[in-house]
């Protein structure tokens, strides 16, 4: 099996900055994507930005330009650096991973979660 493990999350203020990681770890043949997503009180879970094996980066417009979302695919990790942070980025965030944990090509790819880390930021 796959394990994501999250850190980095905690209070800050309106203006501040935090940095996340997610470690995933177990069988890991190949990994597509890795990325972040966040659910607020009340919302749907929402995609945050997602860092590709090939290396290519998307993010959700709210966040565009205030975080930074990276990887490094030898050592299954992702960071997301959050800067100029608003109290409507407070909310869970989930590391979130696809994964390949079969030898072969035709294996499947699996999604995975970790168990979420608290953001909060006060105005």
């Known amino acids: 099996q796959v394990q994501l493990v999250e850190s980095g999350g905690g209070l800050v203020q309106t203006g501040g900055s935090l940095r996340l990681s997610c470690a995933a770890s177990g069988r890991i043949s190949s990994l597509y994507a890795m990325g972040w997503y966040r659910q607020a009180p009340g919302k749907q879970r929402e995609l945050v930005g997602l860092f590709t094996g090939s290396g290519e980066t998307t993010y959700a417009d709210s966040v565009k330009g205030r975080f930074t979302i990276s990887g490094d695919n030898a050592k299954n990790l992702v960071y997301l650096e959050m800067n100029g942070l608003k109290p409507d980025d407070t909310a869970v965030y989930y590391c979130?991973?696809?994964?390949?944990?079969?030898?072969?090509?035709?294996?499947?790819?699996?999604?995975?979660w970790g168990q979420g880390t608290q953001v909060t930021v006060s105005s």
């Open positions: 979130y991973a696809v994964i390949r944990s079969g030898t072969l090509t035709s294996d499947p790819y699996n999604d995975y």
